[in-house]
């Protein structure tokens, strides 16, 4: 029996949704994979195949999401920056009401991670890809202003204030020199002492 074309479209809908759904979650995995592996292998070591196979697609499955290896990384980084400025923010989902340690020690968080492993890697293999580069630094400028858009509110801090602005930035390029230690050894004592300093450094120059 022929179908009206209410019902013809309806589950045409219906099938589009679960392969829809399958292409999200097939792109998503590929993301991860890609990301776990240029922490851990760094770029030499992670090519489209090494990431496909860690996904568990096929390596034209992961040229259809990504045609290309730059835009496989720059995605991968994009996409794990973007998961951990939403896991900051999720900490603190009624304001860091005054906590600003926790602020501090969250955005130190943020650069001793795998993404920071990740995206180090990813900038010293855009030192010498021209074709990476512009990705990479387009990429870095828009997760900069991301970050430090986050910890000015997080921290509650005025930047129409002398130094309020420079006190943040100063924070964030501290947590990413920390970030740089961690890469050779576990600095987590070190990094303690550093974190209530900056603490004190950061109540004291963005103080009401």
Same mark, same amino acid.
């Given at each position: 029996?022929?179908?009206?074309?209410?019902?013809?479209?309806? @589950?045409?809908?219906?099938?589009?949704?679960?392969?829809?759904?399958?292409?999200?979650?097939?792109?998503? @995995?590929?993301?991860?994979?890609?990301?776990?592996?240029?922490?851990?292998?760094?770029?030499?070591?992670?090519?489209?195949?090494?990431?496909?196979?860690?996904?568990? &697609?096929? =390596?034209?499955?992961?040229?259809?999401?990504?045609?290309?290896?730059?835009?496989?990384?720059?995605?991968?980084?994009?996409?794990?920056?973007?998961?951990?400025?939403?896991?900051?923010?999720?900490?603190?989902?009624?304001?860091?009401?005054?906590?600003?340690?926790? &602020?501090?020690?969250?955005?130190?968080?943020?650069?001793?991670?795998?993404?920071?492993?990740?995206?180090?890697?990813?900038?010293?293999?855009?030192?010498?890809?021209?074709?990476?580069?512009?990705? &990479?630094?387009?990429?870095?400028?828009?997760?900069?202003?991301?970050?430090? =858009?986050?910890?000015?509110?997080?921290?509650?801090?005025?930047?129409?204030?002398?130094?309020? =602005?420079?006190?943040?930035?100063?924070?964030?390029?501290?947590?990413?020199?920390?970030?740089?230690?961690?890469?050779?050894?576990?600095?987590?004592?070190?990094?303690?002492?550093?974190?209530?300093?900056?603490?004190?450094? &950061?109540?004291?120059?963005?103080?009401?």
């Amino acid at each position: 029996m022929d179908r009206s074309p209410g019902e013809r479209t309806d @589950r045409s809908a219906g099938e589009r949704t679960p392969k829809q759904d399958r292409s999200r979650a097939t792109r998503r @995995r590929l993301l991860e994979a890609a990301v776990a592996c240029l922490a851990e292998r760094g770029w030499a070591g992670s090519t489209v195949s090494v990431v496909a196979e860690r996904a568990g &697609v096929s =390596r034209g499955a992961a040229q259809h999401h990504f045609p290309t290896r730059e835009d496989l990384f720059t995605a991968a980084v994009e996409y794990v920056a973007e998961e951990r400025s939403g896991a900051i923010r999720a900490l603190f989902p009624q304001g860091a009401a005054g906590d600003r340690r926790a &602020v501090v020690a969250a955005l130190v968080d943020l650069y001793t991670g795998p993404l920071f492993r990740a995206a180090l890697h990813l900038w010293v293999a855009a030192s010498n890809e021209e074709q990476l580069r512009p990705r &990479v630094t387009e990429l870095e400028a828009r997760v900069g202003r991301e970050t430090h =858009r986050i910890a000015v509110d997080l921290l509650g801090a005025d930047e129409s204030r002398p130094g309020a =602005r420079e006190t943040v930035q100063g924070l964030l390029d501290m947590a990413r020199g920390l970030g740089l230690a961690n890469l050779l050894t576990d600095d987590q004592g070190r990094r303690e002492k550093v974190v209530a300093q900056w603490t004190a450094l &950061v109540e004291s120059a963005l103080r009401d």
